[in-house]
C-alpha cells in the first residue's frame, strides 16, 4: 500500500487541500484573485464562490482530497478544474478492464456519451472516462485499495486538442510514494 501520492500539476493551477479545514477560506481567495483588476460584481464573485464550495462539499463527501483550479482565464471564467479523491473499492470492480466495461454499460446512448477504455500509466492500470468536457482517470492503487480517481472538468474549451492533452500528461505524472 502506498502511503500517499505525487503529481504534477503546472504551477498556473491553483491547489485548494480539500482535508484541511481552511479549505474554504483557499477558495476565497482564489475567487479574490480571479476577480483582482477586473470590473467584476459582487454577485457574480458570489456565485463563483457557491459554485466551487458546492463542488468542493459534494467531492468531499465522495473521498475528494484535492481540488485544482486552472487560474489563467482572461474573462474570470474557469477554464479547467481537476478534482482528486480516493474511491474505496466496496461494490467497484477491482480490475481495470471490467471496471470499463461497467462504466460503459451505465453510460446513455447519444452523441454526448463517455468512452471508457483502460490505459496503462506509470502509476499503474487506469480507466479512462472522456467525455465532451470531462476526463476522468482511475487508477488502480497498489494492493488493489481502491482507485485514485483524477476529475478534469474544461466547460470552456471542452475535453479535446491541447486541453486533452495536458490532462492526459497530468495523469501520467502520477507516482506512487511508498
Known amino acids: 500500500m502506498p502511503r500517499d501520492y505525487e503529481l504534477l500539476v503546472p504551477r498556473e493551477w491553483f491547489r485548494v487541500d480539500l ?7 483557499h477558495l476565497k481567495t482564489f475567487v479574490d484573485r ?5 470590473h467584476v460584481s459582487a454577485e457574480l464573485k458570489r456565485d463563483v464562490w457557491t459554485t466551487l464550495r458546492n463542488t468542493a462539499e459534494a467531492g468531499r463527501a465522495r473521498g475528494a482530497m484535492e481540488f485544482f483550479l486552472l487560474s489563467t482565464s482572461q ?8 478534482l482528486v479523491s480516493l474511491l474505496p473499492l466496496g461494490d ?10 461497467w462504466l460503459e454499460l451505465r453510460e446513455p446512448e447519444g452523441p454526448g456519451r463517455r468512452r471508457a477504455s483502460v490505459v496503462e500509466l506509470t502509476a499503474g492500470p487506469a480507466v479512462r472516462v472522456l467525455g465532451a468536457t470531462t476526463l476522468n482517470v482511475h487508477v488502480l492503487m497498489p494492493g ?21 492533452r495536458l490532462c492526459d500528461a497530468i495523469a501520467g505524472s502520477l507516482r506512487w510514494v511508498e
Open 19 to 25: 482535508m484541511r479545514d481552511r479549505w474554504r477560506s
Open 34 to 38: 480571479q476577480s483582482e483588476g477586473r
Open 75 to 82: 474573462d474570470g471564467g474557469l477554464p479547467a478544474s481537476l
Open 92 to 101: 467497484t470492480p477491482a480490475d481495470p478492464e471490467k471496471y470499463a466495461a
Open 144 to 164: 488493489r485499495a481502491g482507485y485514485l480517481t483524477l476529475s478534469f472538468s474544461a466547460p470552456l474549451t471542452g475535453m479535446a486538442g491541447p486541453m486533452e
